[in-house]
């Protein structure tokens, strides 16, 4: 299954394939019925958060939203990427990681913190560019590339780029990747807020390979397609929030045996499954295809 699975991901090109897809997980509840307006333009427009209580609706790759919370574009151990794509808003317990986990990188790995990239648009939703997932502010992407300095300029931080840390179309680690990569990544999955956290195969399978004591936190890596630039974490829905949906627990075990898979079949692609289906059309999120709170989340203030 699985073999099937890549092989239509390899060649078809299909990002939304299942597994453990950073943006699989869609909401059930939407209620704006027959509202057919594009639901990014309307979330992509918005500069500002909306004027409620800070809370998450629907599901990663259908949701929004409300009451969202700024990363601060320079803080003492990290600094906001790509200021121009206004994507540095998250709820406060994404925030919190963040700042957490910079301080780790400061103080624990001897980086001068993190550069933190995309997390979320100001109302969430859907976004004009890029991501399918990062819709509920409980999404963000930190860069591999160890801060040299945190004092960058707007223009520097929109020109300077990160670091690739994959080898062989990511079935293995290059020079880049180093034990302080592994540790933040280690320090991340460790926190209970952590619902998973994607990045290339080849990083999974070297962190397999040398991990010790406790390999619990290794459930939490999950390889997926990209994610050498950065990794992307996903936290779970807080405690008490009845519109967030989380995405379904990882597989028991610590996923070093999938990961496995995941490089041999980069290496050695399967054939492509002749009765596979043609994959469907993506289609486009309108506001009626997202969870109903999603409207007020977009009209408030």
């Not at 906001?80 to 990681?97: C, G, I, K, Y």
């Not at 910079?102 to 648009?121: H, I, K, N, P």
């Not at 459930?219 to 949906?245: M, Q, S, T």
Request: net charge positive; hydrophobic share 35%; proline share 8%.
């Amino acid at each position: 299954m699985i073999r099937t699975l890549l092989s239509v991901c390899i060649f078809l090109a299909v990002a939304a394939c299942g597994g453990d897809d950073e943006g699989q997980q869609v909401s059930t509840q939407s209620a704006n019925t027959g509202d057919q307006r594009v639901a990014k333009a309307l979330f992509g427009a918005a500069g500002r958060p909306s004027d409620q209580r800070s809370e998450p609706f629907g599901g990663y790759a259908r949701g929004c939203q409300a009451g969202a919370v700024e990363l601060a574009e320079t803080g003492p151990t990290w600094q906001a990427m790509r200021l121009s794509r206004n994507r540095n808003w998250a709820q406060p317990e994404t925030v919190d990681f963040v700042k957490d986990l910079s301080r780790f990188a400061a103080t624990q790995v001897g980086w001068e913190g993190l550069y933190v990239g995309d997390m979320s648009q100001p109302r969430g939703g859907p976004m004009l560019t890029g991501h399918r997932s990062h819709q509920t502010g409980l999404d963000a992407d930190i860069w591999m590339l160890p801060p040299k300095r945190l004092n960058l300029s707007r223009t520097e931080r929109e020109n300077l780029s990160s670091i690739s840390l994959r080898r062989s179309a990511g079935a293995y680690t290059n020079d880049n990747w180093s034990q302080q990569h592994m540790n933040i990544l280690r320090e991340a999955a460790s926190d209970p807020r952590v619902a998973r956290i994607f990045v290339f195969p080849g990083a999974k399978v070297a962190m397999c390979n040398t991990a010790t004591g406790d390999r619990s936190w290794l459930r939490k890596i999950r390889p997926w397609w990209g994610h050498h630039y950065h990794f992307h974490v996903r936290l779970n829905c807080p405690a008490g929030d009845r519109g967030c949906e989380n995405q379904a627990p990882p597989p028991a075990g610590d996923g070093c045996a999938d990961a496995d898979r995941w490089v041999r079949d980069i290496l050695n692609p399967p054939a492509p499954d002749p009765n596979a289906p043609a994959p469907k059309p993506r289609r486009e999120l309108t506001m009626a295809r997202l969870p109903a709170q999603c409207s007020s989340v977009l009209t408030s203030n």
